[in-house]
Nanobody, 127 residues
Framework: QVQLVESGGGLVQAGGSLRLSCAASGRIFSSSTMAWFRQAPGKEREIVAGITWSVGNTYYADSVKGRFTISRDSAKNTVYLQMSSLKPEDTAVYYC????????????????????WGQGTQVTVSS
């Protein structure tokens, strides 16, 4: 099973930026999708953004559109989440996730669709 390791979280003031990285230990097949989810205290885990590995189709939650950008580096087996104009409500633990299986051009948005998860990285935005 592929292992995912996130990095880049931290404390930032509102309006600031952070870039999260997620490195995969093994090969990511072209049929895969990678995504970032987040979970705030007392809330369910929700998708933030996702990207299909081969074509690079992306999905963004409405709450982050225009502020966050997901990208991938196939040579490094790494996916990134560039977060700008951060708000206190972006505070959460951010998880990287990998979905394998049948080829798709659509980013799946539910946690159950993903096979592997990272350990999470804390992002805290102060007001």
């Amino acid at each position: 099973q592929v292992q995912l390791v996130e990095s880049g979280g931290g404390l930032v003031q509102a309006g600031g930026s952070l870039r999260l990285s997620c490195a995969a230990s093994g090969r990511i097949f072209s049929s895969s999708t990678m995504a970032w989810f987040r979970q705030a205290p007392g809330k369910e885990r929700e998708i933030v953004a996702g990207i299909t590995w081969s074509v690079g189709n992306t999905y963004y939650a409405d709450s982050v559109k225009g502020r966050f950008t997901i990208s991938r580096d196939s040579a490094k087996n790494t996916v990134y989440l560039q977060m700008s104009s951060l708000k206190p409500e972006d505070t959460a633990v951010y998880y990287c996730a990998l979905r394998t299986g049948v080829y798709t051009i659509v980013v799946h948005q539910t946690t159950s669709a993903y096979d592997s998860w990272g350990q999470g990285t804390q992002v805290t935005v102060s007001s």
